[in-house]
């Protein structure tokens, strides 16, 4: 499996953009770069996904490198909401199992 | 609305009883999954199917187990030779055809159930 690095916390103001960076440098080139987030006591939920290119929704953008060693989830306006873990996840090609690491603590502040 | 249902929400356990958490799922979803997590960590997987009457061992299976009866249910028995298992246990479901065709494994979690052993 793929091993991530993702910082343990970061902060951000409300309604400025967010970058959450992830290394993901062992990923091999059928992995799919998934994220969820998780709401405090709450299960967690689908953010968005990608294998090459940069990927938009209307949740957030996901930038993938060109060597796909790592990614960024970006929140172009965070809220308050959005104060939640936040996971990077590589899915081995045709795995159904998703390695949740310790994901990153986002703290927004009014 | 579709959705995962979990329960019981909150269960206490005494040392060496067995107990089952409920999982039901009305998405139609093929592949289901149950979690564990522990204060400040991230999800472990104990035990995933994806499909009726199969499933696999996760990471940290010993001392759970699972039945996969019908598409909608996976119920997870935490057992008395669990030896910790005060934690938030969370299900969870997929489809199996998006995971091949598209490469996305998009999992649809419930609400979890909070065990503590007394």
């Known amino acids: 499996d793929a091993k991530t690095t993702q910082p343990n916390s970061m902060e951000s103001n409300e309604e400025e953009p967010v970058h959450l960076p992830c290394n993901h440098s062992t990923i091999s080139g059928t992995d799919y770069i998934h994220w969820y987030r998780q709401l405090p006591s709450q299960g967690p939920e689908y953010v968005i996904h990608g294998l090459t290119s940069n990927v938009n929704n209307r949740m957030a953008s996901l930038a993938i490198a060109e060597d796909r060693k790592s990614s960024t989830l970006i929140l172009h306006r965070a809220t308050l909401r959005d104060a939640a873990v936040y996971y990077c996840i590589p899915r081995v090609d045709s795995s159904y199992k998703l390695i949740f690491g310790s994901g990153t603590r986002l703290l927004v502040r009014p | 609305d579709g959705g995962i249902t979990q329960s019981p929400k909150y269960l206490f356990r005494k040392e060496g009883q067995n107990v089952t958490l409920s999982c039901e799922q009305n998405?139609?979803?093929?592949?289901m999954y149950w979690y564990r997590q522990d204060p400040g960590q991230g999800l472990r997987l104990i035990y995933y199917s994806q499909i009726v009457n199969d499933f696999q061992k996760g990471d940290i299976a010993e001392g759970y187990s699972v039945s996969r009866e019908k598409k909608e249910s996976f119920p997870l028995t935490v057992t008395s030779a669990q030896k910790n298992p005060t934690a938030f246990y969370l299900c969870?479901?997929?489809?199996?055809?998006?995971?091949?065709?598209?490469?996305?494994?998009?999992?649809?979690f419930g609400a979890g159930s909070r065990l503590t052993v007394l």
């Open positions: 998405l139609n979803h093929d592949a």
């Open positions: 969870a479901s997929s489809k199996t055809q998006g995971v091949v065709s598209s490469g996305a494994n998009v999992l649809t």
